[in-house]
């Protein structure tokens, strides 16, 4: 399968979460993928959208819904794990594309999520850790969170963090600014 270079995916998800661990018999899954499509060639963001998720085995708690804004009657009303998945592969090529997230939750959550559903993994195999390249481009001694990456960089929070589909917005934000910048240096004649 040819892989398609002209989109990166900002993938972020939310799950459901407590304040402590979680009640016996549930689980942290997945209630909202949110996506945001970056232009390749421009740096623009050119698509963002989020999907939510009903999950099998928890239920949003207060905690998970001060934290995120979704509740328990906005995932009902979303789409099945495997359906959203289906949806990343078919409308957004994911298996095709070189995929992002700022840090590496995301993906460890959608393997975790995966095998144990015995669903095929809808991405491909080439992620770009947006948390770490941050911090090894700015030289940082440590990784930062979003929304001090944003600062950083002099960038708005657009949007409710925590919310997916906000928070892959401003991570493809965050990814469009460091690929623009590397391309200026690499454009610019080397001093002497």
Same mark, same amino acid.
């Given at each position: ?25 549930? !689980? ?28 099998? =085995?928890?239920?949003?708690?207060? $905690? ?16 099945? $794990? !495997? ?31 995966? =095998? ?6 809808? $991405? ?10 941050? &911090? ?12 001090? &990456? ?10 409710? =963090? ?5 928070? &892959? ?17 690499? &454009? !610019?004649?080397?001093? !002497?």
């Amino acid at each position: 399968m040819a892989r398609k270079l002209d989109r990166l995916l900002v993938i972020d998800v939310e799950a459901t979460c407590w304040d402590g661990p979680p009640p016996t018999g549930q !689980e942290p899954e997945i209630i909202e993928i949110g996506i945001c499509a970056v232009d390749i060639r421009t740096g623009e963001r050119v698509d963002r959208q989020s999907i939510l998720v009903q999950p099998e =085995h928890s239920h949003v708690s207060p $905690f998970c819904t001060k934290l995120t804004t979704l509740t328990q009657r906005q995932v009902n009303d979303g789409v099945s $794990f !495997e359906r959203a998945c289906t949806i990343l592969q078919r409308k957004f090529k994911s298996r095709q594309r070189i995929w992002a997230s700022y840090g590496d939750y995301d993906r460890c959550q959608f393997q975790k999520q995966c =095998h144990e559903r015995g669903i095929d993994y809808p $991405f491909s195999g080439s992620h770009i850790n947006v948390k770490s390249m941050l &911090a090894l481009v700015r030289a940082l001694p440590y990784e930062i969170g979003l929304l001090k &990456a944003l600062d950083l960089l002099d960038l708005p929070v657009e949007g409710v =963090h925590h919310r997916g589909v906000d928070d &892959a917005w401003n991570t493809g934000l965050i990814l469009s600014k460091l690929l623009l910048q590397r391309r200026v240096m690499l &454009a !610019e004649p080397l001093q !002497e």
